[in-house]
C-alpha cells in the first residue's frame, strides 16, 4: 500500500493527487492548492505565519472584529498542511496538560476559567462551521475512553473521581455494559464518558475556514516559506521572511505549532513528536451492528501509549496512535510518510479492539507532527515591544484549542483585555528541551517505557507500572 503525502481527509478534500509541492516561482498547483505566491515586498497590521487552525482562526477572529485590519497569512505548502489537516478529528474539551497545572500556578478558580473556556470552545467552532456555512462532517456524540484491564480501570476510576469536581465536564462512569453498548471494544471493562466532543472531518474544517477568512478580505498565500521571524528593530516593524518577499507588520503571529522546530532558534522550543493514522474501508452493516458506535462517540483509551479513533461520516474508522514518536534533531518530514511497521502495529490494535475487523482492509495510512512543550502546557502570548505573538504546544488538543487561541490572540491584538486574556495559559513561558543527544535518548527512551508499562499492564498488573510513573516524572507529564 502506498502512503500518500497527505492525509485520507485532505485527499477528500484535494484529491488523490495533492500534496506535491509548488515548483520554484510558480504559484500553487491544482491538486494543492489554487492561492498564489507572496510576490515582493509588502505590509500588514497583522502578518500570521502558518495557515492551520490556529492561523486561521486569529485571521477569522480579527476581520470579524475589525473589518478594516490589514491581515495576511503566509504558508508553506497549502492552507491545512500540517497537523490542521492530519489529526484525529476530535474536537474536544480536554484542557492540554491537565487542570493541576493551573492548580498550581493560578489557584482552582483559574484552573477552572481553562476548563470552561475549553468547553466553550467546542460549541463555538460547531456554532461558526454552521454560521458560515462549512460542512465538516460534524457530530457532537460525546468522547468515550475505555479501560481495557484492571491497570487501567484503576485509573479510570482515578480519573472519573477527579472529573466530579468541576463544572463544564459532565463526565459520566459506566461499567462494562454500558461503555460495550456504546462502543463494543473486546474486553472492555469500564468507560468514561463526556458530551463535550464532537466528531470531525478536520480536512474540511480548515479548508473551509480558509475559504472563509478569504471572503472576509484576509491576504493568504501559499507556497510561501517563512525562513525568519524577526523581532521590531530601530526603524522598523516585525517582520516574516520570505524568499519571495518580506512582510512587515506591527504584529506578527507565529502560528507555526510541529513546525516551529524549523525556525531559527527554536529548535528545542516545542519537540515535533510524530502521530500515524490508518483508515479503513468502508465497513459493512454487520461489521457496524457488531460494533454498534451509533452515536459518532470519539473513542480513546487508559493506556500509556494510548489510540484514538472516530468513526467516519462515510462509514469507516480512523484510528491512531504513536508511530516513531521521534527523529534525531528535531527532524520530520513534512510529508507524513508512515513507515509499514507503523501500519501493522495500528492495524493489529485495531483488530485486538474489534476482532470481527480481522479481515479489514487498511484504505490509507498519514503521520503528522504536534508541537510538545517540556511541560506539556499550550501557551498563547503577545510581547508588545517585540510586535511577537505566538500560540501552540496543544499536544492532542488543538483542533479545540486552536479555536480559543486565535479568540485570544485576536484580542490582545487588538488591545480588548477580555475574560480570555486572563487566561492562565496567556504569557505561559516553558524551558527548552535538552540538548541532542539527550532529547532523543529521553524521547524515545520514553516512549519505550511507556511501551513496557503498557505490556506489563495487558499481562495482568493490576496497578500502574513503576516504570510509567516514572516515565511521568521524568517527561513531565504527570
Not at 510576490?39 to 486569529?58: K, M
Not at 483559574?110 to 458560515?132: D, K, L, P, Y
Not at 486565535?406 to 486574556?421: F, H, I, N, P
Request: charged share 20%; net charge neutral; with cysteine.
Amino acid at each position: 500500500m502506498a502512503h500518500a503525502s497527505v492525509s485520507f481527509w485532505l485527499s477528500q478534500v484535494l484529491g488523490p493527487g495533492a500534496g506535491a509541492p509548488a515548483s520554484p516561482g510558480a504559484g500553487a498547483e491544482a491538486g494543492s492548492a489554487s492561492r498564489p505566491s507572496l510576490d515582493g515586498d509588502a505590509t500588514a497590521d497583522v502578518c500570521i505565519v502558518g495557515a492551520g487552525f490556529t492561523g486561521l482562526w486569529t485571521a477569522y477572529y480579527l476581520k470579524k472584529a475589525q473589518p478594516s485590519l490589514g491581515v495576511t497569512v503566509l504558508e508553506q505548502r497549502f492552507a491545512g498542511y500540517g497537523a490542521s489537516g492530519r489529526n484525529g478529528g476530535w474536537l474536544t474539551n480536554s484542557v492540554t496538560g491537565g487542570r493541576e497545572q493551573y492548580v498550581a500556578s493560578h489557584g482552582r478558580a483559574g484552573a477552572q476559567a481553562m476548563q470552561s473556556a475549553m468547553t466553550a470552545s467546542v460549541h463555538e467552532v460547531i456554532r461558526v462551521a454552521e454560521a458560515e456555512g462549512i460542512d465538516a462532517d460534524i457530530a457532537l456524540g460525546g468522547e468515550l475512553n475505555v479501560a481495557r484491564n484492571p491497570a487501567q480501570l484503576a485509573r479510570l476510576h482515578d480519573w472519573a473521581e477527579g472529573e466530579a469536581g468541576w463544572t463544564d465536564v459532565d463526565a459520566e462512569l459506566l461499567d462494562a455494559g454500558q461503555a460495550s453498548a456504546r462502543i463494543a471494544v473486546d474486553g472492555t471493562l469500564g468507560g468514561l464518558w463526556q458530551p463535550h466532543c464532537a466528531r470531525i472531518q478536520p480536512a474540511k474544517l480548515v479548508r473551509g475556514l480558509a475559504s472563509v477568512v478569504e471572503r472576509l478580505g484576509v491576504e493568504l498565500h501559499e507556497n510561501t516559506t517563512v525562513a525568519a521571524i524577526e523581532p521590531r528593530a530601530v526603524g522598523r516593524p516585525a517582520r516574516a521572511v520570505t524568499a519571495r518577499g518580506n512582510v512587515d507588520a506591527d504584529v506578527v503571529v507565529r502560528a507555526t505549532e510541529g513546525f516551529t522546530a524549523r525556525l531559527p532558534g527554536a529548535h528545542r522550543a516545542w519537540v515535533p513528536l510524530n502521530s500515524s493514522l490508518i483508515v479503513t474501508e468502508p465497513l459493512s452493516d454487520a461489521q457496524w451492528d457488531a460494533i454498534g458506535w451509533a452515536n459518532r462517540d470519539t473513542l480513546g483509551d487508559l493506556a500509556h501509549v494510548y489510540m484514538y479513533a472516530q468513526r467516519t461520516a462515510d462509514g469507516r474508522i480512523a484510528f491512531g496512535g504513536r508511530g516513531v514518536p521521534y527523529h534525531f534533531g528535531s527532524r520530520f518530514d513534512p510529508d507524513g510518510g508512515t513507515p509499514r511497521v507503523t501500519v501493522r502495529s495500528l492495524r493489529d490494535l485495531l483488530v485486538r479492539f474489534f476482532p470481527v475487523l480481522s479481515g479489514v482492509r487498511v484504505a490509507d495510512a498519514w503521520s503528522g507532527v504536534l508541537g510538545v512543550p517540556r511541560d506539556w502546557a499550550a501557551t498563547v502570548g503577545l510581547a508588545r515591544a517585540s510586535g511577537l505573538a505566538w500560540a501552540g504546544g496543544y499536544v492532542g488538543t488543538g483542533v479545540t484549542a486552536t479555536n480559543l487561541a486565535g479568540r485570544t490572540l485576536a484580542d490582545l491584538v487588538l488591545e480588548r483585555y477580555s475574560e480570555l486574556t486572563t487566561l492562565p495559559w496567556v504569557g505561559h513561558r516553558v524551558r527548552n528541551w535538552e540538548i541532542e543527544p539527550l532529547r532523543y535518548i529521553a524521547v524515545n527512551g520514553l516512549y519505550k517505557a511507556y511501551g513496557m508499562a503498557d505490556r506489563a499492564e495487558d499481562r495482568g498488573r493490576t496497578s500502574t507500572s513503576a516504570i510509567a510513573r516514572i516515565a511521568d516524572w521524568v517527561s513531565g507529564h504527570k
